[in-house]
């Protein structure tokens, strides 16, 4: 089974597209502060489907709700390849959120419960950790071939049709899953069902405070990250044209090649800090010790990052946001260990969807108010600033936990 996991990983990021989506976007006329609307469009759908996907998943098939993300992933592809407006962006962003909306969480799951059926719960951040290292070398493989795509054929349209093919070969690896981590799902479907363990579910998120308080470390980092993470695309076209060597190449052909570069060095490295996620926790005590110490590397980061975009730095802007990368990859496992460790078995996939609705969230509103910031001020800078505060804030509710109770030890 850690095969199929890992080969889950390996193909869901063959999204070749991915890597290029902000410069697609922005040849289509779209600005920053649309995009960030359109990325926002896109979380609300998750938010929307998310925590009920989750609760469906639990009692009527995990397997079931993952074929059916898959399939709506495919669909959004085939719009993004012929969109010719910004309402069929819309569209494709519809269902690009469903399909976020019924994977997030399911299959985070259906790992936790393969773990707790092998006697293996302790292994939880190791093991995660390891699949989702698989999940970057993917990553690194998609950019080598998105990178040669768009410098080959010279459009952005083929690499939308091209991330189809893995896809499907992901719905067929499905059928490979045994039945079993389906969990104990019922045969006919009841509104009133999904409505008590989404109750309860929420009803524990709210409630009980360490829950509480991972949703909104989880908003804060990873909302932060993903809002802020596809501003490295135009950075990196900057930075080709820049450069004073390839100049017999056009524009789009640099940046492809820049491209091509710095993504795949940031995959392996990425890949390398989720298998090793487990490292850091073991060195700082704990999940909990290393996610505060994590937070403090998160604010220089992003401190770096605002004189760096302000003045154009570009070399330092490069390092700094494959650091961040590199700092989410050894954050994130740990924060679903965490989730997990707060759960119960048969609300697993709710909770953890829970936990993506809450990184939505934050997207919701992070992603076009960076837009927004980025069109009024004429650069970049304004993704260090809201980074630095959301971290600096974290810490400070870190701070006020330890005076309220010190012998507290995260």
Partial sequence: MLFRFSLYGFLKNQ????????????????SYFLYGLLIGFREICTNI????????????????AMIFSFCAYITSFAIFAVSESILMLFCGMFFFGLGDAFRTGTHKAMIFDWLRQQGRSD?????????RSWSQMGSAV???????????????????WFSIIPYLFNIINFFGYPA????DRQNEFSLKAVSHLLGNALKQSVQFSPLRRLVFEGMGFEGMYKASKDFLQPILKNTAVALPILIALDESKRTALLVLGVYFVLFLLASFASRNSHRVSDWRGGDEGAAQFMWWIDLALFALLIPALWFGWYPAIIALFVGLALLQNFWRPGLISRFDAQSTPEMGATILSIESQSKSLAMIILAPLLGWLVDTVGNFSPVGIVGTCIAVAILLAYHSELDVNPKHNP
Avoid: Q, W
Avoid at 15 to 30: D, N, T
């Fill in 49 to 64: 489907f998310e925590i009920p996907s989750g609760a469906v998943a639990d009692l009527y098939g995990r397997r079931r």
């Fill in 123 to 131: 292994e939880k951040t190791k093991i995660y950790g390891f699949t």
């Fill in 142 to 160: 998609s950019v080598l071939i998105a990178g040669a795509l768009v410098f080959y054929r010279g459009n952005f349209t083929d690499i939308f």
């Fill in 180 to 183: 079993k981590l389906d969990g």
């Fill in 15 to 30: 999204r070749y597209f991915e890597h290029f989506l902000l410069l697609a976007f922005r040849e289509k006329g779209v």
